[in-house]
């Protein structure tokens, strides 16, 4: 509790964060000095109407005890505030209840007061006045500190869902990372290890060997890769602030083009900036990827379009693929080491909900694929800590 309220003031500086503190020390005098001068007013009231004899009579004892009374639980209200540790912004309610809980009580015994004022002598009125101020005020600081402790305690809660989801979010990320590294770099480290055998018992399969290593080892140096951008995404190592999604595209477009045999169309407007970080140009470079190794046609062929709205931009990734089979659809961007797709696309849609956008499947069928993907737009100096989950 202490250290949710603490990161709670700490959100505040500069005069907001002086006024904080300043409400964190005088919010619960309010109820200190209102209960003191209700105990007060009463015994005055009483005084001024009697001898100071009478204040030590039964009748000045009972005054006193209802004043005493009713002050002291408005006093209390406040140090229940102060030792709950209560956000100071909690304080005004409080505090407005009272004024409310006086405001409406008197109007509500105003018509009669008046009614009877010509009949009544002033230490009867002001009795009744001072005893509607007293009953009134207790009530409502007690109201107050009740809905001030209940909106807090909802704020905590809310607070804790939140930490708990995380933590739960980031044991599963570790449980999956664990069993992509075990089931896909196994299965790499074994073939490998097969394949080095078969070349050193036999001279005619070393070329064949050696070819598979290689490519088992790009792939596993992949899966590698992979699950380090994953780790830095779910760590939050890097911050959100704008990038030029122009050029993350292009580039990646052109690494595309020096690996493999593609024929590129792409419709890049200049200079468009989105809401992201440093792993960026990784879901264009997994999406590309994905495109051309699932590709089976005699050429390949992608195509970039990118469609700026008022707050996001849109980029659309289209290939002549064979298409997604139905019952991959559905799964295509969760985590699974038994999937086809790998980590991949799941990295993708991880890192873009990081940045606050997303990705869906627009079209696919046996012409080709369409891949949506959502950015949220930025300018060149926007920049803030990211997301929490």
Excluded at 86 to 108: D, E, Q
Excluded at 175 to 193: M, P, T
Excluded at 224 to 242: F, H, P
């Amino acid at each position: 509790m202490d250290e949710f309220t603490e990161q709670i003031g700490s959100e505040e500086t500069g005069e907001n964060g002086l006024l904080h503190r300043s409400m964190h020390r005088a919010g619960p005098r309010i109820f200190y000095v209102v209960g003191i001068c209700i105990f007060l007013a009463g015994n005055s009231y009483f005084l001024l109407f009697n001898s100071v004899t009478d204040f030590f009579s039964v009748m000045g004892a009972i005054n006193a005890g209802f004043y005493g009374t009713l002050g002291a639980v408005i006093v209390l209200c406040g140090v229940f505030l102060r030792r709950r540790d209560t956000s100071p912004s909690r304080y005004p309610r409080a505090a407005v209840w009272m004024l409310c809980g006086v405001a409406f009580l008197l109007l509500l015994n105003a018509p009669m007061i008046g009614f009877l004022a010509n009949q009544m002598s002033i230490e009867f009125l002001l009795g009744w006045v001072m005893s509607v101020v007293a009953t009134s005020s207790t009530g409502g600081a007690v109201v107050g500190t009740v809905e001030a402790r209940s909106i807090e305690q909802a704020h905590l809660n809310q607070h804790l869902r939140t930490e708990r989801a995380a933590a739960e979010y980031h044991a599963d990320q570790l449980v999956y990372l664990n069993s992509v590294l075990r089931h896909e770099v196994l299965n790499n480290v074994n073939i490998i290890r097969g394949y080095a055998k078969l070349g050193l018992e036999s001279e005619d399969t070393q070329e064949k060997a050696l070819s598979t290593i290689y490519m088992q080892s790009e792939e596993m140096a992949t899966i590698i890769t992979d699950v380090q951008v994953l780790i830095a995404s779910i760590q939050g190592e890097n911050s959100l602030e704008a990038r030029n999604l122009s050029r993350v595209l292009t580039e990646e477009l052109e690494k595309v083009q020096a690996k493999a045999e593609v024929e590129v169309t792409e419709s890049i407007p200049d200079d468009i900036s989105v809401r992201a970080d440093d792993l960026l140009p990784r879901v264009f470079r997994n999406l590309f990827s994905n495109a051309i190794e699932h590709n089976d046609s005699p050429t390949s062929r992608i195509e970039v379009a990118v469609e700026e709205r008022a707050d996001t931009v849109e980029v659309r990734v289209i290939d002549n693929g064979p298409g997604i089979p139905e019952s991959k659809q559905t799964s295509l961007f969760e985590s699974s080491v038994e999937a086809n797709h790998g980590l991949g696309l799941y990295l993708v849609h991880e890192l873009l909900l990081r940045y606050g956008g997303g990705i869906e499947i627009a079209e696919t069928g046996a012409t080709g694929t369409e891949f949506k993907v959502e950015l949220i737009r930025s300018t060149k100096g926007d920049s803030g800590p990211a997301a929490a989950r």
